[in-house]
């Protein structure tokens, strides 16, 4: 844009640098209002597969207290298969991260719906855990916060990406104290953990955002913009899920 600054004193540079900067605009609207299209189809089915998996183990509760599963219920939540389910959305990251650049558009796109879905196997036993109304409450409240966060990052002109590698840096961190605690079930761990993951995820939804945006004005063709459109998501999903199980440890109700 600099070549039209030094025409400023020139009203057809002024036009001419008025009328791109609107397509610029329109288009960075367009751009980011796909990537939180797909952020929000792949919420969606992270959230009705939890439901039909929680709905098919058919719980029984008595006095606040989990009492009873369905056959299915009982193979998914009391037998190893729930390591399966419980680690498959992790192998599922490593092997879109492998695969990226080889993927098409297409691919990425239904590779981030497969993922949502393990996700929301995965995430189906939290409704065994938390009550349904501290479930709905936590996620309006995560969505606040991400809104809030993600419009700092699109807005402002802070460059937020010397936080990038500290932030991710702590992700990896919390990946590894999260693997230890499966085994040592360490509650006051978790919730150490769970702060510092609120902390860490809602600077990277601002710092996803804004780097998000950036991608945009790197003028590629249609297929690798519709692919980091979808990588995009991906990330802005992945910190909205997390950033929702951390509150939801932190405040949510429990059955029992």
Known sequence: MSHYDRNSSFGYGRGVARSTTAEIDEGLRSYMLGVYNYMTLGLAVTG????????LANPTFMGGKLVALSPFGQMLYTTPLRWVVMLAPLGFVFLIGARAASMSAASARNMFLAFSAVMGLSMSSILLVFTGVSVARVFFITAAAFGGLSIYGYMTKRDLSAFGSFLVMGVWGLVIAGLVNLFLQSSGLQFALSILSVLIFS???????????DMYYEGDGYEVAQKKSV??????????????QSLLFLFGQRND
């Open 48 to 55: 009705l597969v939890a439901l039909g998996t929680y709905l």
């Open 203 to 213: 600077g990277l939804t601002a710092w996803d955002t804004q780097n998000i945006k």
């Open 231 to 244: 990588f995009g998501a991906l990330s802005l999903y992945l910190d909205f899920i997390n950033m929702f």
